[in-house]
């Protein structure tokens, strides 16, 4: 790996490469990346069987402004890898990691905005776009910022399901990584935010998936 400047993960929508990206670097492989929005960008053909049938707007009008406060710091997730040592312990959650299929990390915005007790939501967002308008009963964690050790990571629950969304449920991908290899029960809302209020995103310039994110670049069958 380190006789390149970039390993780039592909999949069909940048979302499962952007979780599996996310375990390499928590890994130790810093020369990862996954390509934002996945061979959906590459061509139109692909875009319709991912991006172009996922995006929607059907939870625009059920958005809330109302600020939720962040829970009390509480306890952090419970290990049980029998190991000792941090570097073991890590490896053998990494493992785990690796071999659970994304799939099980998928949550649908339906399912979340007809079951919203069933989640704990996090909006990683900045405050601006959160107080646009959020899903309802959702928590703002600010974007590279909030989930250490150090800040607020030890306010999420640990007997509950936490989801978590961003505009395009890429950079949501890591941070589920993150905190799954920490021990959380969480999940992705796919598709973040263009799942339910595309038409919002367009209106403000907030990472829409539209036609002109789209290529037609030529690929080999």
């Given at each position: 790996p ?10 069909y ?27 959906s ?20 009008d ?75 009963g959702a ?19 640990t007997d ?61 069958e």
């Open positions: 380190s006789e390149y400047d970039k390993i780039v993960l592909i999949c929508s940048g979302q499962s490469a952007g979780y599996y990206s996310s375990l390499l670097r928590l890994a130790g492989y810093d020369n990862v990346y996954s390509m934002k929005w996945g061979m960008s590459w061509r139109v053909d692909f875009a319709d069987n991912s991006w172009n049938k996922n995006v929607k707007n059907d939870f625009a059920k958005l809330e402004t109302t600020e939720n406060a962040k829970p009390e710091k509480g306890e952090h997730p419970s290990l049980s890898t029998g190991k000792t040592d941090a570097k073991e312990i890590l490896r053998v959650r990494l493992e785990k990691a690796f071999a659970t299929p994304y799939k099980e990390y998928i949550i649908k915005s339906a399912d979340v905005f007809e079951n919203p007790s069933n989640y704990y939501v996090v909006n990683y967002w900045n405050q601006d776009k959160y107080n646009n308008g959020h899903v309802p928590v703002q964690y600010e974007p590279s910022a909030s989930l250490s050790s150090t800040a607020d990571l030890y306010t999420l629950p509950k399901k936490i989801a978590v969304y961003c505009s395009t449920g890429q950079s949501a991908a890591y941070v589920v990584a993150y905190l799954d290899l920490l021990g959380y029960d969480v999940g992705n809302i796919a598709y973040g935010a263009n799942s339910f209020m595309n038409k919002v995103l367009k209106e403000k310039e907030w990472d829409a998936f539209t036609k002109k994110e789209i290529n037609m670049f030529p690929v080999i």
